[in-house]
Protein backbone atom coordinates (compact mmCIF):
# COMPACT_ATOMS: atom_id res chain seq x y z
CA UNK A 1 0.00 0.00 0.00
CA UNK A 2 1.46 3.33 -1.01
CA UNK A 3 1.64 5.95 1.31
CA UNK A 4 -0.17 9.18 0.89
CA UNK A 5 2.71 11.01 -0.37
CA UNK A 6 3.56 8.41 -2.72
CA UNK A 7 0.01 8.69 -4.01
CA UNK A 8 0.22 12.66 -4.71
CA UNK A 9 3.60 11.67 -6.35
CA UNK A 10 1.92 9.48 -8.51
CA UNK A 11 -1.02 11.97 -9.59
CA UNK A 12 1.38 14.69 -9.87
CA UNK A 13 2.29 13.75 -13.63
CA UNK A 14 -1.30 13.58 -14.97
CA UNK A 15 -1.86 16.58 -12.74
CA UNK A 16 0.70 18.12 -14.44
CA UNK A 17 -0.58 17.35 -18.10
CA UNK A 18 -3.74 18.99 -17.66
CA UNK A 19 -1.87 22.39 -15.97
CA UNK A 20 0.37 22.57 -19.38
CA UNK A 21 -2.08 21.77 -21.80
CA UNK A 22 -4.83 24.54 -19.84
CA UNK A 23 -2.11 27.02 -18.88
CA UNK A 24 0.70 26.74 -21.65
CA UNK A 25 3.08 28.07 -19.40
CA UNK A 26 5.26 25.69 -17.32
CA UNK A 27 6.10 27.67 -14.55
CA UNK A 28 2.14 28.66 -13.64
CA UNK A 29 1.53 24.93 -14.16
CA UNK A 30 4.36 24.09 -11.73
CA UNK A 31 2.32 26.66 -9.06
CA UNK A 32 -0.65 25.43 -9.81
CA UNK A 33 -0.06 21.31 -9.10
CA UNK A 34 2.32 22.36 -6.41
CA UNK A 35 -0.78 24.05 -4.78
CA UNK A 36 -3.06 21.27 -4.96
CA UNK A 37 -0.54 18.96 -4.06
CA UNK A 38 -0.22 20.68 -0.70
CA UNK A 39 -3.76 21.21 -0.29
CA UNK A 40 -4.39 17.62 0.19
CA UNK A 41 -0.84 17.09 2.34
CA UNK A 42 -3.09 19.10 5.14
CA UNK A 43 -5.77 17.28 5.17
CA UNK A 44 -4.49 13.45 4.31
CA UNK A 45 -7.34 11.78 6.19
CA UNK A 46 -10.00 12.83 4.03
CA UNK A 47 -9.64 10.69 0.92
CA UNK A 48 -11.19 7.18 1.16
CA UNK A 49 -9.61 5.78 -1.81
CA UNK A 50 -7.35 6.34 -4.49
CA UNK A 51 -10.16 7.24 -7.15
CA UNK A 52 -11.61 9.49 -4.87
CA UNK A 53 -8.36 11.30 -3.96
CA UNK A 54 -8.08 11.98 -7.50
CA UNK A 55 -11.28 13.19 -8.11
CA UNK A 56 -10.56 16.00 -5.59
CA UNK A 57 -6.85 16.52 -6.77
CA UNK A 58 -8.44 17.34 -10.60
CA UNK A 59 -11.14 19.64 -8.67
CA UNK A 60 -8.72 21.45 -6.76
CA UNK A 61 -6.20 22.02 -9.53
CA UNK A 62 -9.25 23.77 -11.66
CA UNK A 63 -9.92 26.31 -9.53
CA UNK A 64 -6.01 27.10 -9.22
CA UNK A 65 -5.92 27.22 -13.14
CA UNK A 66 -8.82 29.92 -12.98
CA UNK A 67 -7.50 31.94 -10.28
CA UNK A 68 -4.08 31.95 -12.28
CA UNK A 69 -5.79 32.54 -15.79
CA UNK A 70 -7.67 35.48 -14.04
CA UNK A 71 -4.88 36.79 -12.48
CA UNK A 72 -2.76 36.37 -15.56
CA UNK A 73 -5.76 37.82 -17.93
CA UNK A 74 -3.41 40.54 -19.62
CA UNK A 75 -1.18 37.86 -20.63
CA UNK A 76 -3.92 35.72 -21.56
CA UNK A 77 -5.93 37.28 -23.23
CA UNK A 78 -4.97 37.50 -26.84
CA UNK A 79 -7.61 39.83 -29.50
CA UNK A 80 -7.96 37.78 -33.09
CA UNK A 81 -8.62 40.81 -35.23
CA UNK A 82 -9.75 38.88 -37.95
CA UNK A 83 -12.06 36.38 -35.60
CA UNK A 84 -14.92 38.11 -36.32
CA UNK A 85 -14.64 38.04 -40.18
CA UNK A 86 -17.65 35.84 -41.43
CA UNK A 87 -17.17 32.22 -42.78
CA UNK A 88 -13.45 32.92 -41.01
CA UNK A 89 -13.95 29.34 -39.35
CA UNK A 90 -13.98 27.23 -42.63
CA UNK A 91 -11.04 28.69 -44.02
CA UNK A 92 -8.72 25.36 -43.54
CA UNK A 93 -11.35 23.13 -45.58
CA UNK A 94 -11.26 23.99 -49.13
CA UNK A 95 -14.63 23.79 -51.01
CA UNK A 96 -15.61 24.29 -54.96
CA UNK A 97 -17.47 27.23 -55.97
CA UNK A 98 -20.73 25.15 -55.90
CA UNK A 99 -20.11 25.20 -52.28
CA UNK A 100 -19.43 21.26 -52.41
CA UNK A 101 -16.13 19.74 -50.52
CA UNK A 102 -13.06 20.12 -52.60
CA UNK A 103 -11.77 16.38 -51.66
CA UNK A 104 -14.20 14.43 -49.45
CA UNK A 105 -13.53 14.15 -45.99
CA UNK A 106 -11.67 11.70 -44.05
CA UNK A 107 -13.37 8.40 -43.21
CA UNK A 108 -12.54 8.17 -39.65
CA UNK A 109 -14.63 4.98 -38.83
CA UNK A 110 -15.83 3.82 -35.62
CA UNK A 111 -15.46 6.14 -32.92
CA UNK A 112 -15.51 3.53 -30.16
CA UNK A 113 -12.88 1.83 -32.12
CA UNK A 114 -10.11 4.81 -32.10
CA UNK A 115 -11.08 5.46 -28.61
CA UNK A 116 -10.16 2.32 -26.71
CA UNK A 117 -6.74 3.11 -28.64
CA UNK A 118 -4.14 4.09 -25.73
CA UNK A 119 -2.30 5.76 -28.74
CA UNK A 120 -5.19 8.23 -29.93
CA UNK A 121 -4.66 9.95 -26.72
CA UNK A 122 -1.46 10.39 -27.24
CA UNK A 123 -1.70 11.97 -30.53
CA UNK A 124 -4.42 13.79 -29.59
CA UNK A 125 -2.54 15.23 -26.71
CA UNK A 126 0.34 16.36 -29.31
CA UNK A 127 -1.74 18.15 -31.05
CA UNK A 128 -3.83 20.30 -28.64
CA UNK A 129 0.06 20.93 -27.64
CA UNK A 130 0.32 22.16 -31.29
CA UNK A 131 -2.86 24.19 -30.86
CA UNK A 132 -1.13 28.41 -30.80
CA UNK A 133 -1.29 28.85 -26.97
CA UNK A 134 -4.19 31.43 -26.76
CA UNK A 135 -6.18 28.72 -28.71
CA UNK A 136 -5.62 25.82 -26.92
CA UNK A 137 -6.05 27.80 -23.18
CA UNK A 138 -9.87 29.30 -24.80
CA UNK A 139 -10.07 25.48 -26.23
CA UNK A 140 -9.57 23.83 -23.13
CA UNK A 141 -11.43 26.39 -20.57
CA UNK A 142 -14.02 24.52 -22.68
CA UNK A 143 -13.17 21.28 -23.08
CA UNK A 144 -11.79 20.74 -19.33
CA UNK A 145 -12.51 23.62 -17.51
CA UNK A 146 -15.89 23.29 -18.96
CA UNK A 147 -16.96 26.98 -18.30
CA UNK A 148 -19.83 28.48 -19.46
CA UNK A 149 -19.77 30.35 -23.10
CA UNK A 150 -20.61 33.03 -20.80
CA UNK A 151 -17.95 32.97 -18.60
CA UNK A 152 -15.20 32.30 -21.23
CA UNK A 153 -15.75 35.71 -22.73
CA UNK A 154 -16.29 37.26 -19.58
CA UNK A 155 -12.72 36.14 -18.37
CA UNK A 156 -11.48 36.41 -22.10
CA UNK A 157 -13.34 39.66 -22.94
CA UNK A 158 -14.38 38.50 -25.77
CA UNK A 159 -17.60 38.72 -27.61
CA UNK A 160 -20.05 35.37 -28.35
CA UNK A 161 -19.25 35.57 -32.44
CA UNK A 162 -15.42 35.93 -31.42
CA UNK A 163 -15.04 32.99 -28.57
CA UNK A 164 -17.56 30.88 -31.53
CA UNK A 165 -15.24 31.41 -34.25
CA UNK A 166 -12.03 30.39 -32.05
CA UNK A 167 -13.63 27.44 -30.80
CA UNK A 168 -14.65 26.38 -34.27
CA UNK A 169 -10.99 27.22 -35.75
CA UNK A 170 -9.39 25.17 -32.60
CA UNK A 171 -11.74 22.17 -33.45
CA UNK A 172 -10.66 22.70 -37.35
CA UNK A 173 -7.29 22.41 -36.05
CA UNK A 174 -7.68 19.54 -34.16
CA UNK A 175 -9.72 17.33 -36.90
CA UNK A 176 -7.05 18.10 -39.66
CA UNK A 177 -3.69 17.25 -37.13
CA UNK A 178 -5.56 13.92 -36.10
CA UNK A 179 -6.19 13.62 -40.17
CA UNK A 180 -2.42 13.81 -41.20
CA UNK A 181 -1.06 12.18 -37.72
CA UNK A 182 -3.20 9.43 -36.93
CA UNK A 183 -6.51 9.24 -39.46
CA UNK A 184 -3.84 9.27 -42.35
CA UNK A 185 -2.02 6.16 -41.34
CA UNK A 186 -4.78 4.26 -41.02
CA UNK A 187 -5.15 3.05 -44.46
CA UNK A 188 -1.33 3.60 -45.66
CA UNK B 1 -44.33 24.89 -51.72
CA UNK B 2 -41.31 25.30 -54.15
CA UNK B 3 -39.77 28.37 -52.34
CA UNK B 4 -40.04 26.26 -48.67
CA UNK B 5 -37.75 23.55 -50.29
CA UNK B 6 -34.90 26.15 -51.51
CA UNK B 7 -35.68 27.32 -48.03
CA UNK B 8 -34.33 24.58 -46.56
CA UNK B 9 -31.20 24.03 -49.22
CA UNK B 10 -27.93 23.71 -48.24
CA UNK B 11 -24.60 23.79 -49.37
CA UNK B 12 -22.05 21.30 -48.13
CA UNK B 13 -19.97 24.52 -47.36
CA UNK B 14 -23.26 25.65 -45.48
CA UNK B 15 -24.23 22.11 -43.90
CA UNK B 16 -20.33 21.96 -42.74
CA UNK B 17 -20.89 25.55 -40.69
CA UNK B 18 -23.77 24.44 -38.97
CA UNK B 19 -22.16 20.84 -38.23
CA UNK B 20 -19.18 23.14 -36.32
CA UNK B 21 -21.66 25.44 -34.61
CA UNK B 22 -23.69 22.58 -33.67
CA UNK B 23 -20.78 21.50 -31.24
CA UNK B 24 -21.04 24.72 -29.35
CA UNK B 25 -24.45 25.91 -29.40
CA UNK B 26 -28.17 24.82 -30.45
CA UNK B 27 -28.96 25.17 -33.97
CA UNK B 28 -32.06 27.34 -34.91
CA UNK B 29 -35.18 24.63 -36.10
CA UNK B 30 -35.06 25.43 -39.51
CA UNK B 31 -31.26 25.05 -39.66
CA UNK B 32 -31.81 22.01 -37.50
CA UNK B 33 -34.07 20.90 -40.16
CA UNK B 34 -32.30 21.66 -43.09
CA UNK B 35 -29.15 20.07 -42.03
CA UNK B 36 -30.49 16.37 -41.47
CA UNK B 37 -32.27 16.75 -44.89
CA UNK B 38 -28.44 17.79 -46.32
CA UNK B 39 -27.22 15.07 -44.64
CA UNK B 40 -29.47 12.52 -46.04
CA UNK B 41 -28.60 13.44 -49.62
CA UNK B 42 -25.07 14.00 -49.45
CA UNK B 43 -21.83 11.27 -49.28
CA UNK B 44 -19.21 13.80 -47.75
CA UNK B 45 -21.02 15.87 -45.10
CA UNK B 46 -21.68 12.71 -42.87
CA UNK B 47 -18.09 12.22 -42.94
CA UNK B 48 -16.84 15.49 -41.46
CA UNK B 49 -20.00 15.11 -39.06
CA UNK B 50 -18.22 11.81 -37.66
CA UNK B 51 -14.83 13.71 -37.56
CA UNK B 52 -16.73 16.21 -35.79
CA UNK B 53 -18.52 13.33 -33.58
CA UNK B 54 -15.12 11.33 -32.72
CA UNK B 55 -13.40 14.36 -31.75
CA UNK B 56 -16.60 15.40 -29.14
CA UNK B 57 -16.31 11.90 -27.92
CA UNK B 58 -12.69 11.91 -27.45
CA UNK B 59 -12.95 15.19 -25.78
CA UNK B 60 -15.49 13.97 -23.07
CA UNK B 61 -13.18 10.71 -22.80
CA UNK B 62 -10.13 12.80 -22.45
CA UNK B 63 -11.37 14.58 -19.67
CA UNK B 64 -12.91 11.58 -17.65
CA UNK B 65 -9.87 10.00 -17.67
CA UNK B 66 -8.61 12.74 -14.99
CA UNK B 67 -11.64 12.11 -13.16
CA UNK B 68 -11.96 8.21 -12.92
CA UNK B 69 -9.35 6.39 -10.78
CA UNK B 70 -9.43 3.84 -13.01
CA UNK B 71 -7.88 5.13 -15.94
CA UNK B 72 -4.44 6.27 -14.44
CA UNK B 73 -2.81 3.33 -17.09
CA UNK B 74 -4.08 5.96 -20.34
CA UNK B 75 -2.88 9.20 -18.21
CA UNK B 76 0.48 7.76 -17.78
CA UNK B 77 1.54 6.60 -21.20
CA UNK B 78 0.13 9.54 -22.76
CA UNK B 79 1.88 11.52 -20.35
CA UNK B 80 5.15 10.66 -21.69
CA UNK B 81 3.52 11.00 -25.51
CA UNK B 82 6.27 12.82 -27.98
CA UNK B 83 4.52 15.45 -30.55
CA UNK B 84 4.27 14.04 -33.73
CA UNK B 85 6.48 15.20 -36.50
Known amino acids: ?188 | MKPRITLLRRTCREAAALLIAREDRALKLPDHVALKLHLMACDACPKFENQLLTLRAAMKQWRQDGEDGDAASVSGVAASGKPPE
Open chain 1, 1 to 188: MATFEEQLIEHRIYLMRFARLQLRNDAWAEDAVSETLLAALSKPQSFGNRSQLKTWLVGILKHKVIDLLRSNARTVTVADAQADEEGDELDRLSFKADGHFAETPNDWGNPDQTLQQVQFFQVLDACMERLPPALGRLFLMREWLELSSQDICKELSLTPTNLYVQLHRARLRLQECLNIHWFGKQGA
